[in-house]
C-alpha cells in the first residue's frame, strides 16, 4: 500500500507558501497566537496552583492565604505544545532536504536558548528561591544533555521535561519520515506508534522516556492537521487522526471528563484554523506572546515562584499584584533572550542553508 508514494507524501513542495521555522519571515499568526495562550495557561498553572497547599504536596512556596484550584488544568497549555510541535515538526520535515539539515535547524532553533535560559535560572533561582527550586551543579552539567530524567538527575527548570519529549519525537519522526518519505511514512509512523504504545504498556516509564509513547497522540494530531492545511490527500490526515485516538483511548481515557472537554478545545481550535477561521486571532498580545513563548517557557516557572514568593514578603505587593509584576517580569527576559539569543542562531543557520543550497543549485 505504497499511500506516500501515490500521493506524493513527503517528497519536497518548494512551492508551499509555508514556513518553515516558527520564525522565518513569514509566519502563521494563529500559531503564534495559540503558542500565547498555551504558555499563558501553564504559567497561571505554575504561579496559582502547581507550587501551594491545593496541589497536594504540603507546599506554599506563594505564601498566598490560598491557590487557585480552577487553573489546575492549566497544565494542559503543554498538550497543546505537542499538537502545535506536531504541525511545525511535519512541516518543516518537508522543508528540508535531509536528516542533517533538519537536524541544524532544530539544534539551533533549541539549543542556545535552552543553554542561556538554563544558565540564568541556575544562579537567580540559588539566589531568590526556596530549597525546593534550587538546583545543584551536577544538574546543571547534566542538565547540557536536555535528557536529566533519562539519567536521573533533577532539572534546573522542572518545565524542560517537555524538552526531552520534544527531542525523543524529533528523533523518531526524523528517522522514519526520511527512511520512508518516498513510500511509506504515514504507514511507519502507524507501526511506530502502535509499538511504542506496547512497549511503554510493559516498561512503564522507560516507554515514556524513550518514546514519548503518551504524548504521542497530541503530536500525531498536529501532523494531522498540517496535512490538511496543507492540502495534503484526506486518507493521509485521516491515518494520523486514526493513530492519535488509538493512542489517546489508550493512555487517557480514564481522565475526569472535565480533561476530555480540554482536548476537544484544542482540537476544536486546530480545526477552525485550518479551515481559516481563526485568522484574526494572530494579531495583538497573545500573537506576540506566542513568538517569545519558548524563553518565556524555559525562563517562567523556577525564577518565577522564586520571585512572587519575595514579593509577597512585602504586604502591599501580597497576591495577584506580585503575580503580575512578575509575569511582566518574566515577559521582559523573554523578550531580551528572544532578540539577543534565539533569534541570532536562526538567522545564521538560514544564511548557511541558502549557501548550501546556492552552491548545490549550481553545482547541478
Known amino acids: ?51 501551594g497547599p491545593l496541589a497536594g504536596e504540603g507546599l506554599d512556596l506563594y505564601h498566598f492565604q490560598s491557590n487557585i484550584a480552577w487553573f489546575a488544568k492549566g497544565n494542559y497549555g503543554v498538550q497543546f505544545f505537542f499538537i502545535i510541535s506536531g504541525f ?5 520535515l518537508e522543508r528540508c532536504r535531509d536528516w542533517k539539515e533538519f537536524a541544524l535547524r532544530r539544534f539551533m532553533r533549541l539549543y542556545p536558548t535552552y543553554i542561556a535560559c538554563m544558565f540564568l535560572t541556575f544562579f537567580i533561582a540559588r539566589w531568590l528561591g526556596p530549597p525546593q527550586l534550587q538546583s545543584s551543579y ?18 534546573v527548570e522542572g518545565a524542560c521535561w517537555t524538552l526531552m519529549m520534544e527531542l525523543v ?14 513510500k511509506y511514512f504515514a504507514l511507519a509512523w502507524v507501526v511506530f506508534c502502535v509499538c511504542a504504545r506496547i512497549f511503554a504498556h510493559r516498561y512503564g516509564l522507560v516507554g515514556q522516556f524513550y518514546l514519548a509513547a503518551p504524548f504521542l497522540c497530541y503530536f500525531s494530531t498536529g501532523m494531522a492537521f498540517y496535512c490538511l492545511y496543507a ?9 494520523f487522526f486514526a493513530t492519535a485516538a488509538y493512542l489517546y483511548y489508550r493512555f487517557w481515557y480514564s ?7 480540554l482536548v476537544a478545545l484544542m482540537v476544536l481550535a486546530f480545526a477552525l484554523f485550518v479551515s481559516g477561521k481563526l485568522n484574526l486571532l494572530g494579531g495583538g498580545i497573545l500573537g506576540y506572546v506566542g513568538l517569545i513563548s519558548y524563553p518565556f517557557y524555559l525562563l517562567h516557572q523556577n525564577i518565577g515562584v522564586s520571585v512572587i514568593g519575595r514579593l509577597n514578603a512585602v504586604e502591599w505587593l501580597n497576591g495577584w499584584l506580585a503575580v503580575g509584576l512578575t509575569t511582566a517580569l518574566m515577559l521582559l527576559a523573554a523578550i531580551c533572550v528572544h532578540y539577543l539569543v534565539e533569534l541570532p542562531p536562526q538567522k545564521f543557520t538560514r544564511r548557511i542553508l541558502k549557501r548550501q543550497r546556492g552552491l548545490a543549485d549550481a553545482t547541478a
Open 255 to 261: 481522565n475526569p471528563l472535565e480533561d476530555h472537554l
Open 169 to 182: 519525537f524529533y528523533i523518531w519522526v526524523g528517522l522514519i519520515y526520511f527512511a520512508f518519505r518516498t
Open 231 to 239: 492540502k495534503r490527500p484526506l486518507h493521509v490526515s485521516i491515518i
Open 88 to 92: 511545525v515538526i511535519l512541516m518543516t
Open 138 to 155: 551536577r544538574d546543571l552539567l547534566v542538565g547540557f544533555s536536555m535528557i536529566s530524567d533519562m539519567l536521573h538527575v533533577g532539572w
Open 1 to 51: 500500500m505504497a499511500i506516500m508514494r501515490r500521493a506524493g507524501y513527503g517528497q519536497p513542495n518548494h512551492t508551499l507558501s509555508v514556513p518553515a521555522e516558527p520564525h522565518a519571515a513569514t509566519r502563521l499568526k494563529t500559531l503564534d497566537a495559540f503558542r500565547g495562550i498555551a504558555i499563558l495557561a501553564v504559567l497561571l498553572f505554575h504561579y496559582t496552583y502547581r507550587w
